[in-house]
């Protein structure tokens, strides 16, 4: 039952997820494509993550970020393909007020590791081509290992705030969400209340978080991109290229969505091309990121 405040507004305590509006026999079909992705992209990075952790060989701080970058990606994926999988297929579209909140907290902490995680990434392969001879001192196993932690905290730290400030606003009737997960925008439409000012730190926020770890991986390439165009032969910078090319495929992929997505202005955004976008960031593209690592790597 919807509860009533003191301006005799009905305040939802259920959401609606929209999700794609199309015909049954339609929605059958991208349940069926959808969950076959998801379970190749499931498989794929859970053998990523056996292989580093069973092979002494892979025992390198390459590939324990590799696997760390590959457990961010099962969890960011689980967070929101599966509740789309079970509109698809029930047309069970509510979800609860904690559980959309706890969705939305997962799904920008999650993704905000993994643009940190991108950034170590990026200083670990600046270390092997920049810095050759000290790459052994200063990127240990330790040292990799804590630098993933430090990911994986920040991101989840950086995302509290905005799901702490998001628990506390009101959401009126009606109680439809526009998109297939909780989306910060499409919950912003729904507040009764004036969001402006949270909008406007939230997006301080998403720019810092985004934007500066896609400037420290860009400073990370500009120092890269100099050393290898100072090795002589033509194998040797095809060689040391080579070594961070998957890296900079999957930012560039990654960082392509996020940015469109994310650092904007969120009122008045129409949600249509946003689906689309989600989707590929969501579905399509962690499934990608495993064959890409995979067929540029030999090991």
Same mark, same amino acid.
């Given at each position: 039952?919807?509860?009533?405040?003191?301006?005799?507004?009905?305040?939802?305590?259920?959401?609606?997820?929209?999700?794609?509006?199309?015909?049954?026999?339609?929605?059958?079909?991208?349940?069926?494509?959808?969950?076959?992705?998801?379970?190749?992209?499931?498989?794929?990075?859970?053998?990523?993550?056996?292989?580093?952790?069973?092979?002494?060989?892979?025992?390198?701080?390459?590939?324990? $970020?590799?696997?760390?970058?590959?457990?961010?990606?099962?969890?960011?994926?689980?967070?929101?393909?599966?509740?789309?999988?079970?509109?698809?297929?029930?047309?069970?579209?509510?979800?609860?007020?904690?559980?959309?909140?706890?969705?939305?907290?997962?799904?920008?902490?999650?993704?905000?590791?993994?643009?940190?995680?991108?950034?170590?990434?990026?200083?670990?392969?600046?270390?092997?081509?920049?810095?050759?001879?000290?790459?052994?001192?200063?990127?240990?196993?330790?040292?990799?290992?804590?630098?993933?932690?430090?990911?994986?905290?920040?991101?989840?730290?950086?995302?509290?705030?905005?799901? =702490?400030?998001?628990?506390?606003?009101?959401?009126?009737?009606?109680?439809?969400?526009?998109?297939?997960?909780?989306?910060?925008?499409?919950?912003?439409?729904?507040?009764?209340?004036?969001?402006?000012?949270?909008?406007? =730190?939230?997006?301080?926020?998403?720019?810092?978080?985004?934007?500066?770890?896609?400037?420290?991986?860009?400073?990370?390439?500009?120092?890269?991109? $100099?050393?290898?165009?100072?090795?002589?032969?033509?194998?040797?910078?095809?060689?040391?290229?080579?070594?961070?090319?998957?890296? $900079?495929?999957?930012?560039?992929?990654?960082?392509?969505?996020?940015?469109?997505?994310?650092?904007?202005?969120?009122?008045?955004?129409?949600?249509?091309?946003?689906?689309?976008?989600?989707?590929?960031?969501?579905?399509?593209?962690?499934?990608?990121?495993?064959?890409?690592?995979?067929?540029?790597?030999?090991?």
């Amino acid at each position: 039952m919807p509860k009533i405040d003191n301006g005799n507004r009905s305040i939802a305590s259920t959401f609606i997820i929209v999700g794609f509006e199309t015909l049954r026999e339609l929605e059958l079909v991208l349940f069926s494509l959808f969950t076959g992705m998801y379970i190749l992209t499931i498989g794929a990075h859970c053998l990523v993550i056996t292989l580093v952790a069973v092979d002494k060989r892979l025992h390198k701080p390459m590939y324990i $970020l590799l696997a760390n970058f590959s457990m961010l990606e099962v969890l960011y994926t689980t967070v929101t393909v599966p509740k789309m999988l079970d509109a698809l297929l029930t047309r069970r579209k509510d979800i609860s007020s904690p559980c959309c909140l706890a969705q939305f907290y997962f799904l920008f902490g999650l993704g905000a590791a993994e643009n940190c995680l991108l950034a170590v990434m990026a200083y670990d392969r600046y270390l092997a081509i920049c810095r050759p001879l000290h790459y052994p001192t200063l990127m240990t196993g330790r040292t990799s290992i804590n630098l993933a932690l430090g990911a994986w905290f920040g991101g989840l730290l950086a995302a509290f705030p905005p799901a =702490v400030w998001i628990s506390t606003l009101k959401f009126c009737f009606p109680n439809f969400i526009d998109h297939f997960f909780c989306d910060y925008a499409p919950l912003l439409k729904l507040s009764c209340e004036d969001t402006s000012a949270g909008e406007f =730190v939230f997006m301080v926020m998403s720019w810092s978080v985004i934007l500066g770890c896609f400037f420290l991986i860009m400073v990370s390439y500009t120092f890269i991109i $100099l050393a290898v165009l100072r090795i002589q032969s033509t194998d040797g910078q095809r060689k040391a290229f080579g070594t961070c090319a998957s890296h $900079l495929a999957v930012v560039s992929i990654f960082y392509g969505t996020v940015i469109f997505m994310y650092i904007r202005p969120t009122s008045h955004i129409r949600f249509s091309m946003d689906k689309v976008v989600s989707v590929f960031y969501c579905v399509v593209t962690p499934l990608m990121n495993p064959i890409i690592y995979c067929l540029r790597n030999q090991e």
